[in-house]
C-alpha cells in the first residue's frame, strides 16, 4: 500500500526560486466575538534564500507570531505559507514534524542544551536522533566558522553563555537546513557574547550561505541583516535595506511615536 503525503511540492514557491519561505494573506487570530485579537493581518511576505532577515516591532506587533508560523510552529488561521517549495498549511502533524526536522533550524534564547553531553554530541544531537549521520565535511566548515573546534569535548558547564549559543548556532546549522529561525538570540547575553554570536550568524550567511530570519528588538542586532521588516499591529509597515543601528533606531522611533500620537 502506498502512503500519499499531502505536501504540496511545486518548482517553487509563490516567491519564485529566491524566496526560502513564503506567506501569502496569513492571519492568526486569537479567541473569538469581541475577546477576538488579530496578531497577524493578512501578511504578505517572501524570506530572501542565502540572506540575513531581522524582523522587528513594538511589543505586540506580531514579529515572533510571524516567525513561529512561517517556522510551522504555530498554525494560521488562514492563508498560505511555504518553505522552499513545500506548501506547510494544512501538513499532518508527522509531516510538519519531518519537515521542520530536516530543513528548518532554530536558534532561540535558551540554549537548551544537554548538560550530560560535550558540545560536539549536542551539535550531532538531532541528526543522532533521526538515524542520520553528519557531513563531515561541512560539520568541521561550521565548527570552524562558530569558533569552537578547541572546545567541543567540553559540556555545557564548562562553557561560557556565549559559547554555549554557539554550540546551539552550531546545532542548527549542522543538518543543513534550509533556514533558519531565531528569536531572540542574543536575549540572554551580554553584549560581547551577543556581537559574536550576530558575527557568526552574519559569517553564516556570506561564507555558508545560510538563510536566517531572526526576530529582535535590538536595532544593533538588526543592523547585522540584509534587511529589516518592520511590524506594526500585526501588519508589515515597512522594510529596511542595509540597515545601520541608528537607521533602525531613527524607523522604530518614528513608529512609536505613530503609535502614541
Known amino acids: ?45 517572501d524570506i530572501a534564500l542565502g540572506r540575513f532577515t531581522a524582523i522587528m516591532g513594538p511589543s505586540g506587533s506580531g514579529k515572533s507570531t510571524l516567525m513561529h508560523c512561517l517556522a510551522g510552529l504555530d498554525t494560521v488561521s488562514d492563508g498560505r505559507i511555504w518553505i522552499g517549495a513545500t506548501e506547510i498549511t494544512g501538513l499532518k502533524d508527522r ?65 561560557s553563555g556565549g559559547q554555549q549559543q554557539r554550540v546551539a548556532v552550531a546545532r542548527a546549522l549542522a543538518s543543513r537546513p534550509e533556514i533558519i529561525f531565531g528569536d531572540e538570540p542574543t ?16 559569517r553564516s550567511v556570506d561564507e555558508l550561505q545560510q538563510t536566517i530570519v531572526m ?21 508589515i509597515v515597512d522594510e529596511m535595506a542595509a540597515p545601520t543601528a541608528d537607521s ?3 524607523r522604530m522611533g518614528r513608529f512609536d511615536g505613530k503609535r502614541t500620537s
Do not use: C
Open 1 to 45: 500500500m502506498t502512503t500519499v503525503s499531502t505536501a504540496v511540492e511545486a518548482p517553487h514557491g509563490p516567491g519564485g526560486p529566491h524566496a526560502a519561505a513564503s506567506a501569502r494573506q496569513v492571519t492568526k487570530a486569537y479567541g473569538a466575538g469581541e475577546t477576538r485579537v488579530i496578531a497577524l493581518d493578512a501578511v504578505d511576505v
Open 187 to 202: 536575549g540572554n547575553l551580554d553584549s560581547r557574547s551577543g556581537a559574536e554570536l550576530l558575527t557568526f550568524l552574519r
Open 215 to 235: 526576530v529582535t528588538h535590538d536595532p544593533v542586532a538588526a543592523s547585522y541583516a540584509d534587511r529589516v521588516l518592520f511590524l506594526a499591529d500585526g501588519r
Open 95 to 159: 509531516e510538519l514534524t519531518r519537515l521542520r526536522r530536516d530543513k528548518i533550524g532554530f536558534v532561540f534564547q535558551a540554549f537548551n542544551l544537554l548538560p550530560t553531553l560535550n558540545a560536539l554530541e549536542n551539535i550531532t544531537l538531532p541528526m543522532d536522533i533521526a538515524g542520520r549521520k553528519p557531513d563531515r565535511s561541512w560539520l568541521d566548515q561550521v565548527v570552524e566558522t562558530v569558533g569552537l573546534a578547541d572546545r567541543l569535548s567540553h559540556r555545557p558547564a564548562q562553557l
Open 248 to 250: 533602525v533606531l531613527d
